[in-house]
């Protein structure tokens, strides 16, 4: 079975500061999605970034990026110029390749943005 | 643009009793998710559909019952609600197709059994 691990229960950043949240995975499949959830205080879950497990390249949106590392199953998220409105709990997360498959979730990393 | 609608968004319920959700997912999305997110827990996954048939199930109780309507809109039904059902239900919803099939997730339905 899949799992997720996200080591970090809590951190904090200075406001405009860059964060790094850690998540590992564990799968034995060779074609799968890999994403990165915000979850504000709302409690609405948004989707930040997504990695596909073929693609080499890391991917990026604006100030938020990932460091995929798919021998160490690895997948971080860095936070650029944190912002106040970033203070949410994040959430790693697996989806396997077959195209219906549920989400699997890490037990989330909340972050405090310190002014 | 359109997005997941859940209803209600909150809900208060005495122990033993019964509650209804509902789904509208996204116009043409074909296939709905339901995960629950217990008090500072990870949502975990609940069931899911794909065109009206159940595609996959998770750690769903045996006192929870879906399912997925000809206009696609899901309703997951809760009977003899305990105290540990209160939480934070989402609904997500994807289209089948070549690509990643993200799952846009609606607001929840928050759960209070007293």
């Known amino acids: 079975a899949q799992t997720v691990t996200q080591s970090q229960p809590e951190m904090s950043v200075q406001e405009a500061e860059t964060v790094t949240l850690s998540c590992t995975y564990d799968?034995?499949?060779?074609?799968?999605?890999l994403f990165w959830y915000k979850q504000p205080p709302s409690r609405q879950m948004i989707l930040v970034i997504r990695q596909e497990a073929y693609k080499q390249q890391n991917a990026t949106e604006n100030r938020f990026s990932v460091n995929f590392q798919k021998a160490a199953k690895s997948f971080s998220l860095k936070i650029s110029d944190s912002q106040l409105g970033d203070a949410a709990m994040y959430f790693c997360?697996?989806?396997?390749?077959?195209?219906?498959?549920?989400?699997?979730f890490g037990k989330g990393t909340r972050l405090h943005i310190l002014p | 643009a359109a997005g997941v609608i859940q209803s209600p968004r909150h809900l208060i319920k005495e122990k033993r009793e019964t509650a209804t959700l509902k789904c509208y997912p996204i116009p043409r999305h074909d296939t709905v998710y339901w995960y629950q997110q217990g008090p500072g827990q990870d949502p975990q996954f609940l069931i899911s559909f794909y065109e009206k048939m159940q595609s996959d199930k998770g750690s769903i109780p045996d006192r929870f019952s879906a399912q997925q309507f000809s206009d696609y809109h899901s309703e997951l039904n809760m009977s003899s609600l305990e105290l540990g059902d209160s939480a934070l239900y989402f609904c997500?919803?994807?289209?089948?197709?070549?690509?990643?099939?993200?799952?846009?997730f609606g607001p929840g339905t928050r759960l209070t059994v007293l």
């Open positions: 799968t034995s499949e060779s074609d799968y999605y």
């Open positions: 997500a919803s994807s289209i089948r197709g070549p690509s990643t099939n993200e799952q846009f």
């Open positions: 997360a697996y989806r396997s390749g077959n195209r219906d498959d549920k989400i699997i």
